[in-house]
């Protein structure tokens, strides 16, 4: 598959649009789909060095399967690892294996769903741009895979030494708590909420849909995941329009096995429904 051949169209293509699928390749196999993503020649995002605070595991170098969280579980719209201070540009998705109901991936254009927020909440869209956004979560000693944000600080963090954990936290800005059986409370320096894309386009880039519905497991209950950058709450009614607005504008992608599909992390956000059967999604993630 030489899908690479056609790089400069296909990536101007995508900055327009958001998303592309190719639906009808040879790609039966993750090292097709490694193959695929080869043809690019795009520099590779390692999972291993992100702070993502999914359970993944690895095919190849490159490819990984998309969240080990069950089938029950929805995981909602967000920008790739918006969380956290580095966050791939463009995220592959493969479908290896299709579910046999449900677990559409919904993608939504941010600039879009910004637009219609500034014109039915422009005091929060103002307090975004203004103040930014701090997040908090408690991570795990061990890997947790019954949870959408089950990745072990162990993992997130390289390391198994609580002192150079630290040093890591220390390094990126973050503040932190050791808690009960080893697991870590950290809360993020204050990240922007609003990003402007290389061809000039405001996008509601940050993980403030995901972390507000989704990031409750054993041990993230009681706290709230997301302040404004001055530790001010981020209103239940504010959170209520974003995530209207993002339903509405979700498109789902339907998958059937074989899809290959591009997305644009700065443009688009994405997420997964629900499922029913196997379902086998792998990804890679895209640093430039
Ligand atoms: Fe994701």
Redesign the pocket.
Known sequence: TGLGKNKERLLEQLSRHGAILFRGLPVNTDSDFDRVIQSFGLKNFTYAESLSN?VRRNRTERVFT??EAPASVS?FL?H?MAQTPVYPSK?FFYCEQAARSGGATPLCRSDILLQELAKQAPEFVAACEEKGVRYSNVMPDIDDPESGQGRSWRSTLSTDNKTAAEDKLRKLGYEWKWLEQDSLRVTTAVLPAIKETENGRQVFFNQLIAAFRGWKDARNATEKPIRFGDDSAISKEAMAKAIQIGDELSFDMLWQSGDVVLVDNFLVM??RRPFEGQRRVL?SLIAD
């Open positions: 999914a998309a969240n995981i967000h790739e995220l994405h997420g990804a």
